[in-house]
């Protein structure tokens, strides 16, 4: 049994930051990608960062100078460093790992259950 946990949404003003956290627990044997994707209402999910276990990194372009996203293998945790959140920002931000649970066995695309983030004055 795997499960993704995010924490750190909330309401905030325009021009403000954020800082989510998602920690991965259970059954693990090792983590490839770690992410954050986004739903907002009527919208389909769209990619807003991924790590990789080596670090690379990429953003969605809507995102990029504003947001950080950062990982510690150790802890199986990613974290999203949100600066400057815009009103087109506000969604659940939804915890992604690609990761298999034994030696050998398949890499498995596992979600958290999700954060709100609302971006309003």
């Known amino acids: 049994q795997v499960q993704l946990v995010e924490s750190g949404g909330g309401l905030v003003q325009p021009g403000g930051s954020l800082r989510l956290s998602c920690v991965a627990s259970?059954?693990?044997?090792?983590?490839?990608?770690m992410g954050w994707y986004r739903q907002a209402p009527g919208q389909q999910r769209e990619l807003v960062a991924v790590?990789?276990?080596?670090?690379?990194?990429n953003y969605a372009d809507s995102v990029k100078a504003r947001f950080t996203i950062s990982r510690d293998n150790a802890k199986n945790t990613v974290d999203l460093q949100m600066n400057s959140l815009k009103p087109e920002d506000t969604a659940v931000y939804l915890c992604?790992?690609?990761?298999?649970?034994?030696?050998?066995?398949?890499?498995?695309?596992?979600w958290g259950q999700g954060t709100q983030v609302t971006v309003s004055s």
């Open positions: 259970g059954s693990i044997f090792s983590i490839n990608a």
């Open positions: 992604n790992a690609l990761l298999s649970t034994d030696w050998g066995s398949p890499i498995y695309n596992y």
């Open positions: 790590i990789t276990s080596g670090g690379s990194t």
